[in-house]
Nanobody, 121 residues
Framework: QVQLEESGGGLVQAGGSLRLSCVASRRIFSGNAMNWYRQAPGKQRELVASITSGGSSSYVDSVKGRFTISRDNAKNMLYLQMDSLKPDDTAVYYC???????????????WGQGTQVTVSS
């Protein structure tokens, strides 16, 4: 049973744009924070952008002003608009859901399979 599924990756030249999409099951999307992570070859997975259920967003410094995270709560969709792409943005991008599982606030993370983004110089 697929809970999260990304799409929209591809090959783009430096300075170009891509829009990633993630469709989520309602059970893990509704009311929960959603994130985009990325992992480049030989590097640790890093948090790129986050958005709360209410729409507040945050970004890692390296993408501020270039990436925009958004969500459509009616469609259970998460997006990442990536503009002014750089070769350093090359990575596999993962959709992530933080699901609160008990009254104490413990969270469980759900992951998509990832989508490759390659930025050529």
């Amino acid at each position: 049973q697929v809970q999260l599924e990304e799409s929209g990756g591809g090959l783009v030249q430096a300075g170009g744009s891509l829009r990633l999409s993630c469709v989520a099951s309602r059970r893990i999307f509704s009311g929960n924070a959603m994130n985009w992570y990325r992992q480049a070859p030989g590097k640790q997975r890093e948090l790129v952008a986050s958005i709360t259920s209410g729409g507040s967003s945050s970004y890692v410094d390296s993408v501020k002003g270039r990436f925009t995270i958004s969500r459509d709560n009616a469609k259970n969709m998460l997006y990442l608009q990536m503009d002014s792409l750089k070769p350093d943005d090359t990575a596999v991008y993962y959709c992530n859901a933080e699901v609160v599982v008990n009254v104490e606030g413990a969270k469980r993370h759900f992951w998509g399979q990832g989508t490759q983004v390659t930025v050529s110089s």
